[in-house]
């Protein structure tokens, strides 16, 4: 690789993702995850008399990134073709006397397995805290909108209004869903094994539920209750298929921005540096919500990768190498580009600019039709029959001249049963939304408490 970075090949290397989680995917990173869980193990055995205690300390300070250098490992792998067998061998050489010990009972699963718990374990408190922060963006934005009337849309078209501060709650809700989702899973997530060969533990005797207790107790994460030779990869596709579900709430939330940002419709944008940031190369006037888009398109390439961990469930017997490979590439991928895309979406929502002089706009253009529902209901309520009220009232907003207020205040029909003024009142944007305000209130109040959490 050369100093200007031109022979970067994967764009995950320097356009997308943040250099703090790609670093937990690193080589090194990898490393010294696995020299972990084999110290652990040494020390889990030294305890129960397994292997000699100086055996287990020198292994110890052996276990690590000074130590286990990663071009030892590599050199060794060359020869060997056999990953975790170069990661003891370079281990063993560093350990002193203490070095025929390494890997004592173990087989290589016992260590990338747990390596991958913790791997996983700390991708997940990652992915919290961004789920965290967008949940907290979205109800600080939703609370300051809470009376906020807007335009509601069903089928692409005006339904009845809306506050844009409940829109906004909703989307904090499925955020918080997720968040709950995640703590769910990690128990099931985050588990290693210590279980020799197929799982039996053969190879560590009668000390077999111990050492894997012990070594699982330290490095701070569970165990397969019932492994083979690995994790169940069941618990792999569960996680993926989280990280989808999150990718399609993360395109739902962007596509929103990107359908409310556009020309017609105006009523927000997503952060624009007015003084440099550049919307088109032709269109000087461009101001394009190239953030959302972004998320938008990484977010359907997140949902693309739970499908091989589903594939990869399906094993010959007590275990192959078929999820191997492709789990090197899709789990550091996913996990990357869905903090990427929370962090990003984060920032939209942060810095969303809201035009509630054009959301009232929009309502009143249509002059008065979207609020048809307080009509409907009112109208029943003063002795006219649902059916009849309904079509009253479809025949009031068909095209026409002037607006619904004008043609419904001069209706024989509506004025048989309401006053000018009361039919002015139902048409009152402001008064429609309190019922959102309420409502948005009270769910930002249970989405507060359990973001504290």
């Given amino acids: 690789m050369t100093d200007d970075g031109a022979s970067l090949f994967c764009p995950l290397e320097f356009r997308y993702g943040r250099e703090s989680v790609r670093d937990l995917f690193s080589r090194g990173a990898r490393l010294a995850r696995a020299l972990r869980v084999e110290a652990a193990l040494a020390r889990a055995e030294a305890g129960l008399g397994m292997i000699p205690a100086d055996a287990a300390k020198e292994i110890g300070a052996a276990a690590d990134l000074n130590h286990v250098r990663l071009e030892r490992v590599d ?118 094994k210590i279980a020799g060969a197929v799982g039996t533990g053969a190879g560590f005797g009668a000390h077999a539920n111990e050492v894997e207790r012990r070594v699982m107790q330290e490095l701070g994460v569970g165990a397969d209750e019932a492994p083979t030779q690995i994790v169940g990869r069941d618990r792999i596709a569960e996680f993926t298929n989280f990280l989808a579900l999150v990718a399609a709430t993360a395109e739902r939330l962007s596509t929103e921005v990107r359908n ?15 003084a440099k940031q550049v919307g088109s ?13 972004n998320v938008t398109s990484l977010a359907r390439l997140v ?29 550091p991928h996913a996990i990357v580009l869905t903090d990427d895309l929370l962090t990003k979406l984060t920032e939209v929502y942060r810095g969303l600019r809201v035009d509630t002089e054009r959301m009232a706009a929009e309502i009143a253009r249509s002059g008065g039709a979207a609020m048809t529902e307080s009509l409907l209901l009112a109208l029943t309520s003063k002795g006219l029959a649902r059916a009849e009220a309904h079509e009253l009232l479809r025949t009031l907003t068909r095209e026409g001249a002037g607006s619904l207020l004008e043609r419904a205040q001069s209706d ?42």
């Fill in 281 to 293: 190369s032709t269109m000087a006037q461009k101001r394009n919500p190239i953030v959302s888009e």
């Fill in 75 to 192: 050199e060794l792998e060359r020869s060997l073709r056999h990953d975790v067998m170069a990661i003891t061998r370079a281990l063993a050489e560093v350990s002193g006397s203490g070095g025929r010990w390494v890997h004592y009972g173990a087989t290589s699963a016992d260590i990338t397995e747990t390596a991958l718990a913790l791997e996983l374990k700390e991708s997940a408190e990652i992915l919290r805290e961004d789920l965290t922060a967008l949940g907290r963006a979205l109800t600080e934005l939703a609370r300051k909108h809470r009376a906020t009337p807007e335009i509601g849309r069903t089928h692409g078209q005006h339904g009845v209004p809306i506050s844009f501060g409940y829109k906004i709650a909703a989307a904090a809700a499925e955020v918080v869903r997720h968040r709950r989702r995640l703590d769910e899973l990690l128990p099931r997530l985050a588990v290693g």
């Fill in 303 to 331: 949902r693309a990768f739970a499908l091989p961990p589903l594939e990869n469930m399906v094993q010959w017997h007590e275990r192959d190498l078929a999820n191997s490979a492709n789990e090197r590439i899709v789990l």
């Fill in 260 to 274: 409310l940002q556009r020309t017609e419709i105006a009523e927000v944008a997503e952060p624009f540096d007015e």
């Fill in 412 to 453: 024989p029909a509506v004025r048989a049963h309401l006053s000018a003024e009361e039919v002015r009142a139902l048409l009152d944007p402001a008064a429609y939304v309190r019922a959102a305000a309420e409502k948005t209130d009270r769910v930002l109040t249970g989405l507060d408490r359990e973001l504290a959490r």
